[in-house]
């Protein structure tokens, strides 16, 4: 079975830092690439950062470039997203999805039709 667990959401001020986790299991980690997408009230789903199942290969939205940094270990089959410098605006429910052998390209978002998803974390900004 195919999961996906986010943790290391919560509630901070502005300025401040979180790293996110996700933890994966029921499949060849390797083998996918991992995306975060988040998700805030009355707005659609958007991608923030994709790192492809070969190093190297990442993709940031333009909001996150210069405050957030996507990395993965492969020996803890772990995506992680550490968010500095946060603002009011990246308050929203922060979800990771997993897709086999996608290449995440650094100009185009991750696609939104991941097959795999968690159930994603909360992420409040305060001002």
């Known amino acids: 079975e195919v999961q996906l667990v986010e943790s290391g959401g919560g509630l901070v001020q502005a300025g401040g830092s979180l790293r996110l986790s996700c933890v994966a299991s029921?499949?060849?980690?390797?083998?996918?690439?991992i995306g975060w997408f988040r998700q805030a009230p009355g707005k659609e789903r958007e991608g923030v950062s994709c790192i492809s199942s070969s190093p190297g290969s990442t993709y940031y939205a333009d909001s996150a470039k210069g405050r957030f940094t996507i990395s993965r270990d492969n020996t803890k089959n772990t995506v992680y997203l550490q968010m500095n410098s946060l603002k009011p605006e990246d308050t929203a429910v922060y979800f990771c999805a997993a897709e086999a052998y996608l290449f995440c390209n650094p100009n185009y978002p991750p696609p939104l039709d991941f097959g795999s998803w968690g159930q994603g974390t909360q992420v409040t900004v305060s001002s």
């Open positions: 029921g499949f060849t980690f390797d083998d996918y690439a």
